[in-house]
RNA sequence: GCGACUAUAGUUUAGUGGUAAAACUCGGGUUUGUGGAACCCGUAUCGAGAGUUCGAUUCUCUCUAGUCGCCCCA
């Protein structure tokens, strides 16, 4: 039990944010480029429950991720419940349901908070909110191509200018291919050449090239030329020709040959590009910071065709990415693209002279209100200085104070405080008057939380 | 799960083996129908517990929290 003498921490429960009204506003921002871009490719919205039940991540995730990186409790009915550590598994789960009564190919989105029990470090949190894009029932480049040029566009959204990223690609179907047939691997050998290419950028070259040797013998000098080919066609030309490679071939040709006709040319084919090893099964890509102080992968996603065979359900090909709130809100504060113009918390600042006008204030105000201005009521009787100080305090635009005089004049005075100037008006003329400047002002960004 | 570093007012930081200083912020005032300034006042059991000591915010230990790495990365 709690020490009742002991007084609450006011800190936020480990590895998780609050989000003051100044930080929502920009956590608003990065939702509406991401939800108006999707929008924009006619993505649908959709949501779910946190909650999902354990078994959900136990086939596809491996059981260290369940059993360590999750949270995950037994509810009063003894069911084994877990916080979502990623929305593939939902969104799979959703469609598998619905298979039979939706029209294919299906484009969806959504901005879940995911969750993962980690010791939260620089850029991983053990609460971050994602956008998932996924599209699904479309076999063909197409599909990758859509997906890209979606992960592009946010990119653009963003005002982040195409010099300071690239778009890496690459197929795990060739990669699978060379770990699996050229390489003789399989299982957990496989899966361990896997991760050591993924991190070879982070490693020395000769740590990485003795790791290889240990991993592979004698068959490492076939994978380091194939690492180190200079660029697609050079890779290529060590391959043998296979009618199963050369048809992915054929497909990142496709699809680079599909980005450069959108005007997508900070896109380059990279061998050592895997994405984990999971469900991937064919195109994968991945966002690359080239900022020369931090280059990083920001996000990245593939295709992934197996995604329903959990529910025992026919495949539907699926194409989609996933992008977290908290790397990109880094991104944007280092290229210094965060919106300077946070949104005022309302229109106007109204208050009465003193108690005896306090009705007529509140009847004022949700006339206003119905007009469609955003109105805040001052209930104090203190002065007026007080008034238009803390009405500017609160950054409102606007202040009007009711009192003697408007109430026997009919004119109300409607006092803008970045100019410094009154405006006397009639009780029906003021919802026109601050729509008006409402309007003028659109470019602060309408996003409040 | 492992390791390193850090913890002083709301925030950012100074400082000392004899219970603390500044800036900004916030609240109040100087000003009873018009703000942004200036000035004044207020706000800290120095993260928690124990030990050493005449005396600990300062030294030691434990815990907790934070930051950064490793592992892992959906």
Same mark, same amino acid.
């Given at each position: 039990?709690?020490?009742?003498?002991?007084?609450? /921490?006011?800190?936020?429960?480990?590895?998780?944010?609050?989000?003051?009204?100044?930080?929502?506003?920009?956590?608003?921002?990065?939702?509406?480029?991401?939800?108006?871009?999707?929008? &924009?490719?006619?993505?649908?919205?959709?949501?779910?429950?946190?909650?999902?039940?354990?078994?959900?991540?136990?086939?596809?995730?491996?059981? =260290?991720?369940?059993?360590?990186?999750?949270?995950?409790?037994?509810?009063?009915?003894?069911?084994?419940?877990?916080?979502?550590?990623?929305?593939?598994?939902?969104?799979?789960?959703?469609?598998?349901? &619905?298979?039979?009564?939706?029209?294919?190919?299906?484009?969806?989105?959504?901005?879940?908070?995911?969750?993962?029990?980690?010791?939260?470090?620089?850029?991983?949190?053990?609460?971050?909110?994602?956008?998932?894009?996924?599209?699904?029932?479309?076999?063909?480049?197409?599909?990758?191509?859509?997906?890209?040029? $979606?992960?592009?566009?946010?990119?653009?959204?963003?005002?982040?200018?195409?010099?300071?990223?690239?778009?890496?690609?690459?197929?795990?179907?060739?990669?699978?291919?060379?770990?699996?047939?050229?390489?003789?691997?399989?299982?957990?050998?496989?899966?361990?050449?896997?991760?050591?290419?993924?991190?070879? !950028?982070?490693?020395?070259?000769?740590? *990485?090239?003795?790791? $290889?040797?240990?991993?592979?013998?004698?068959?490492?000098?076939?994978?380091?030329?194939?690492?180190? /080919?200079?660029?697609?066609?050079?890779?290529? +030309?060590?391959?043998?020709?296979?009618?199963?490679? /050369?048809?992915?071939?054929?497909?990142? &040709?496709?699809?680079?040959?599909?980005?450069?006709?959108?005007?997508?040319?900070?896109?380059?084919?990279?061998?050592?590009?895997?994405?984990? *090893?999971?469900?991937?099964?064919?195109?994968?890509?991945?966002?690359?910071?080239?900022?020369?102080?931090?280059?990083?992968?920001?996000?990245?996603?593939?295709?992934?065709?197996?995604?329903?065979?959990? *529910?025992?359900?026919?495949?539907?090909?699926?194409?989609? *990415?996933?992008?977290?709130?908290?790397?990109?809100?880094?991104?944007?504060?280092?290229?210094?693209?965060?919106?300077?113009?946070?949104?005022?918390?309302?229109?106007?600042?109204?208050?009465?002279?003193?108690?005896?006008?306090?009705?007529?204030?509140?009847? $004022?105000?949700? +006339?206003?209100?119905?007009?469609?201005?955003?109105?805040?009521?001052?209930? +104090?009787?203190?002065?007026? @200085?007080?008034?238009?100080?803390?009405?500017?305090?609160?950054?409102?635009?606007?202040?009007?104070?009711? @009192?003697?005089?408007?109430?026997?004049?009919?004119?109300?005075?409607?006092?803008?405080? !970045?100019?410094?100037?009154?405006?006397?008006?009639? =009780?029906?003329?003021?919802?026109?008057?601050?729509?008006?400047?409402?309007?003028?002002?659109?470019?602060?960004?309408?996003?409040?939380?």
């Amino acid at each position: 039990m709690t020490d009742p003498k002991k007084k609450l /921490s006011t800190e936020a429960y480990k590895g998780v944010r609050d989000f003051y009204p100044a930080d929502c506003a920009i956590e608003q921002y990065i939702f509406g480029v991401w939800k108006e871009t999707c929008k &924009k490719f006619g993505y649908e919205e959709y949501m779910a429950s946190i909650l999902e039940p354990a078994d959900l991540y136990r086939g596809k995730t491996s059981e =260290e991720i369940v059993n360590e990186q999750t949270y995950t409790f037994t509810d009063r009915g003894d069911r084994e419940v877990t916080l979502r550590p990623e929305m593939t598994p939902t969104v799979a789960r959703l469609i598998a349901g &619905k298979r039979k009564t939706l029209f294919f190919p299906v484009r969806w989105f959504s901005t879940p908070n995911l969750f993962r029990y980690e010791r939260p470090q620089r850029g991983r949190l053990r609460e971050h909110y994602q956008l998932n894009a996924d599209i699904f029932g479309l076999p063909g480049i197409e599909a990758e191509t859509e997906i890209i040029s $979606l992960a592009y566009e946010i990119m653009r959204g963003f005002g982040i200018k195409d010099s300071n990223f690239e778009i890496r690609i690459n197929s795990r179907k060739v990669m699978n291919y060379i770990i699996g047939t050229l390489l003789g691997q399989s299982g957990e050998q496989a899966r361990k050449t896997a991760q050591l290419i993924d991190r070879r !950028s982070k490693m020395e070259k000769e740590v *990485f090239e003795k790791a $290889l040797s240990e991993l592979l013998g004698e068959k490492d000098a076939l994978l380091l030329t194939l690492l180190n /080919s200079k660029n697609f066609e050079e890779f290529v +030309s060590h391959l043998p020709e296979e009618k199963e490679l /050369s048809e992915s071939f054929a497909e990142i &040709k496709a699809l680079l040959g599909a980005l450069n006709a959108l005007g997508i040319t900070n896109i380059v084919f990279d061998q050592t590009l895997m994405r984990g *090893f999971d469900y991937y099964t064919g195109i994968v890509f991945e966002v690359f910071d080239k900022n020369p102080a931090n280059p990083r992968s920001l996000f990245g996603g593939g295709r992934y065709d197996d995604l329903l065979d959990m *529910f025992a359900v026919e495949k539907v090909p699926t194409v989609g *990415f996933g992008m977290g709130d908290v790397t990109i809100r880094d991104v944007l504060e280092t290229y210094d693209l965060l919106p300077k113009n946070l949104p005022t918390a309302a229109d106007l600042y109204l208050s009465a002279m003193d108690k005896e006008w306090t009705g007529y204030v509140n009847d $004022l105000a949700q +006339s206003l209100r119905r007009a469609g201005v955003r109105v805040v009521v001052d209930y +104090s009787e203190g002065k007026v @200085g007080t008034k238009v100080k803390n009405a500017d305090r609160a950054k409102i635009p606007f202040v009007a104070i009711i @009192g003697e005089q408007e109430k026997t004049s009919g004119q109300i005075k409607v006092k803008n405080l !970045s100019l410094g100037k009154e405006t006397a008006l009639a =009780e029906d003329k003021i919802a026109e008057f601050l729509i008006k400047y409402q309007s003028a002002n659109e470019d602060q960004s309408t996003n409040t939380c």
